[in-house]
């Protein structure tokens, strides 16, 4: 996928995620703050033809390690549409919520075991400050949990992102108010392991 950007269809119904994620707050995710940014991101591209070509991925590597003009403004957008498809790829209504395969594997390797996986991302996603997005990456041949403000993303570390989860106020607000704690543990319920799988294996 390169310029011009189109949405990603939503792999599921608004409210195939409740009770974790209403249907409201998907809605609007969705189609309010996700399409927003696609939308962003080609009107501003719109400007630089030389990066017509290259694919979402391959856009904000370039644009972090450059000193084009608008950079932080094309990597806001780019990050934008970046983060959100993969969060919205990364849910699922099948209450796969365990993983399995070569994903369960490392992360027991990784992290000791799955609990103990879910206990340090908990603590990574509670403790960010703000708005920003918590990822299980792989980076040096291994699994690593990283925090990023805003629409940072992991990808010029270099590290590939293999899961995430949204901690923009946008994510949870409609339905948690400010119990942020509830939304992340709730989360659980709904990672489509399946997809992070298939993702974990195409890169390891």
């Not at 189609?31 to 927003?36: C, E, F, L, R």
């Not at 080609?42 to 030389?50: D, G, I, V």
């Not at 993969?86 to 919520?97: A, G």
């Not at 603590?123 to 920003?132: D, F, H, Q, R, V």
Request: with cysteine.
């Amino acid at each position: 996928m390169h310029y011009p950007f189109i949405p990603i269809d939503l792999p599921y119904s608004l409210n195939s995620l409740e009770p974790y994620i209403s249907s409201e707050i998907l809605y609007y995710h969705y189609n309010k703050h996700y399409k927003s940014y696609v939308h962003s991101l080609n009107e501003k591209l719109a400007k630089f033809p030389s990066l017509h070509n290259l694919t979402l991925e391959e856009l904000m590597v370039y644009i972090s390690k450059s000193n084009i003009s608008f950079k932080c403004e094309l990597l806001n957008s780019a990050g934008g549409v970046y983060n959100h498809q993969l969060y919205f790829k990364c849910m699922s209504p099948d209450k796969c919520s365990y993983p399995e395969d070569e994903i369960l594997y490392a992360i027991k390797y990784n992290f000791g075991s799955y609990t103990n996986f879910v206990d340090w991302f908990t603590k990574k996603a509670n403790s960010l400050i703000g708005s920003g997005y918590v990822w299980l990456v792989y980076r040096d041949y291994k699994l690593d949990i990283v925090c990023g403000a805003n629409q940072n993303t992991p990808l010029s570390y270099p590290a590939t992102p293999i899961l995430n989860i949204d901690i923009w106020e946008h994510a949870y607000y409609l339905q948690y108010k400010n119990e942020r704690a509830n939304y992340i543990t709730n989360w659980f319920n709904v990672i489509n392991w399946e997809y992070v799988n298939k993702r974990f294996s195409s890169i390891s």
